[in-house]
């Protein structure tokens, strides 16, 4: 359909402010899609010598919430399922592991996750802990 101008019709559409509001659009995602994967919630146990976590995409974060729920990355997984996805998405993919864990699991859950990883052929493992809280007033 031609839009109709004072001197004839005008059959092309100017695409240009289209344009610049989508690269707008594609910046403003570009600047936020990293801040939206903080992963799942997790208590973290807390000692002294800490390291930060690598911000590479060359890893993936095991974590196991107060309830006993296992995530890998976002991704909810079962503990009879752990071994296969583990296998297929660290062992074979080269990547690092990294263990977030509740401080309130217990134990012998931990100690099963961690059988299910060391099963499927990991033999590296990162555990990811906080530095205490420095108390202001000493």
């Known amino acids: 359909m031609a839009i109709k101008t004072g001197g004839g019709f005008l059959n092309e559409i100017n ?17 936020t899609a990293p801040l939206m994967t903080q992963g799942v919630e997790v208590d973290l146990p807390t000692t002294r010598t800490v390291r930060n976590l690598p911000q590479d995409s060359e890893h993936l974060v095991l974590s196991v919430k107060k309830d006993g729920t296992i995530f890998l990355d976002e991704y909810q997984v079962a503990l009879d399922e752990l071994q296969a996805y583990i296998q297929r998405l660290v062992a074979k993919q080269k990547k690092q592991l990294f263990l977030r ?6 134990y012998g859950t931990v100690v099963q996750v961690m059988g299910e ?13 906080e530095q205490p809280k420095q108390d202001k007033n000493k």
């Open 101 to 106: 864990a509740d401080k309130e699991v217990p």
């Open 15 to 31: 695409v240009t402010p289209f344009v610049d509001v989508m690269l707008v659009l594609l910046i403003i995602f570009m600047v």
């Open 117 to 129: 990883i060391k099963a499927a052929g990991i033999d590296r493992l990162g555990i990811v802990a």
